[in-house]
């Protein structure tokens, strides 16, 4: 079974930093999808970005980019210009080839005015 | 884009009833939904998996008598928690398969409180 692990129960970051939050997972497959969500109080997942494992460019998206690390099996989120509205529930998540998600225990984010 | 909508958001039962939860898909069709339980300050756990016009694929530990799951149109799937109990009580998230550029759509989730 795809095991989705999150070291980082909570990190903060001062407003306008740069803050990495870290990801690993355990699969036997070769093929697959790994996914940033974040979840804010509204408890509405949402997707910051996504990765294809037979890519070995890293995604970026804006301010939001990772660390794809396929044969150590390592997934980092980099969040730069860190902004208030970014604090929430980050949660790294692996996709199958059967379509199902396998999510971490997610990173709790606070930003610091 | 493409949107999931999920009904109750918060729901209260008395302990031994049922309660039933839907999961749409507003504007494409979703072949497959999933549906997933999430405890205070944890992760999101994957239940099942719903197929259109078939049975649902439950997780190893998810007792199928339990939780039923429909899946009767392209647009509706809805998970019934039967004969519920207080530990049944937790956050119940929805997603679909919408064939986009992302391909999943969450719903925006229900809190079931079992009293």
């Not at chain 2, 729901?11 to 504007?27: F, H, N, Q």
């Amino acid at each position: 079974a795809q095991t989705v692990t999150q070291s980082q129960p909570e990190m903060s970051v001062q407003e306008a930093e740069t803050v990495t939050l870290s990801c690993t997972y355990d699969t036997s497959e070769s093929d697959y999808y790994l996914f940033w969500y974040k979840q804010p109080p509204s408890r509405q997942m949402i997707l910051v970005i996504r990765q294809e494992a037979y890519k070995q460019q890293n995604a970026t998206e804006n301010r939001f980019s990772v660390n794809f690390q396929k044969a150590a099996k390592s997934f980092s989120l980099k969040i730069s210009d860190s902004q208030l509205g970014d604090a929430a529930m980050y949660f790294c998540a692996y996709r199958n080839t059967g379509n199902q998600f396998y999510f971490g225990t997610g990173t709790s984010l606070t930003v610091i005015p | 884009g493409a949107v999931v909508s999920q009904h109750p958001s918060r729901v209260i039962c008395k302990s031994g009833t049922s309660v039933k939860i839907e999961c749409r898909s507003l504007d494409f069709q979703a072949t497959t939904m999933f549906w997933y339980r999430q405890f205070p300050k944890q992760s999101l756990m994957l239940m099942a998996t719903s197929n259109e016009g078939s049975k649902a694929t439950y997780e190893q530990g998810v007792e199928k008598d339990k939780f039923l799951i429909n899946h009767a149109s392209l647009t509706l799937s809805t998970l019934t928690v039967t004969s519920a109990h207080p530990e049944d009580s937790s956050f119940y998230i929805c997603s679909a398969r919408d064939g986009g550029l992302y391909g999943y759509t969450f719903g925006s989730g229900t809190r079931l409180t079992v009293v």
